[in-house]
């Protein structure tokens, strides 16, 4: 696994490849272009594989003193290889410096994988989005740290 790195418009493909295959209701191209032009607000770090190839990525804001973290994800035949817990930390450790307060991101209730890493770094569940998900329809907990 590399260094994390900002991706550009090259990596879109393989970004949309992973959220396609990790969320039900994936973002669209249109969506990551928005985040990469975003540069004051989002910010997006990338995971490579040896051969340079993006394995998972992290997308987040900082708004004033507050970080929300909106997609964290691996491409399957990465999973539980410590990819995700590199993003995440990454991504506090850049709130961190920012002079974040606080960490927020909504998880499906169902998704358990997700759940357990976000309280092994420390996050609890502060609230209910009721039906927040569709395609299926689903509840948000509400992690904050």
């Given at each position: 696994?590399?260094p994390?790195?900002?991706?550009s418009?090259?990596?879109?493909?393989d970004?949309?490849?992973?959220e396609?295959s990790?969320?039900?209701n994936?973002?669209s191209?249109e969506?990551?272009?928005?985040e990469l032009?975003n540069?004051?607000?989002?910010?997006?770090?990338?995971?490579?594989d040896?051969h340079?190839?993006?394995i998972?990525?992290?997308?987040?804001?900082?708004?004033?003193d507050?970080?929300h973290?909106?997609?964290?994800?691996?491409?399957?035949?990465?999973?539980?290889?410590?990819?995700?817990?590199?993003?995440?930390?990454?991504a506090?450790?850049?709130g961190?410096?920012?002079?974040i307060?606080?960490?927020t991101?909504e998880v499906?209730?169902?998704?358990?994988?997700?759940k357990e890493l976000?309280?092994?770094?420390?996050?609890?569940?502060?609230?209910?989005?009721?039906?927040?998900?569709?395609?299926?329809a689903?509840?948000?907990?509400?992690?904050r740290?």
């Amino acid at each position: 696994m590399q260094p994390l790195t900002s991706p550009s418009e090259a990596d879109i493909d393989d970004i949309l490849a992973i959220e396609q295959s990790s969320f039900p209701n994936p973002w669209s191209r249109e969506m990551y272009l928005s985040e990469l032009a975003n540069t004051g607000l989002s910010h997006f770090f990338v995971v490579r594989d040896a051969h340079g190839q993006v394995i998972g990525f992290c997308t987040f804001w900082v708004v004033a003193d507050e970080e929300h973290i909106h997609n964290i994800a691996v491409a399957p035949r990465h999973r539980r290889q410590g990819v995700a817990s590199s993003l995440l930390r990454r991504a506090l450790d850049e709130g961190n410096r920012r002079g974040i307060r606080q960490t927020t991101l909504e998880v499906r209730r169902s998704n358990r994988a997700a759940k357990e890493l976000y309280e092994r770094f420390g996050f609890v569940v502060v609230g209910v989005r009721t039906g927040y998900y569709s395609q299926p329809a689903e509840d948000a907990l509400i992690f904050r740290r």
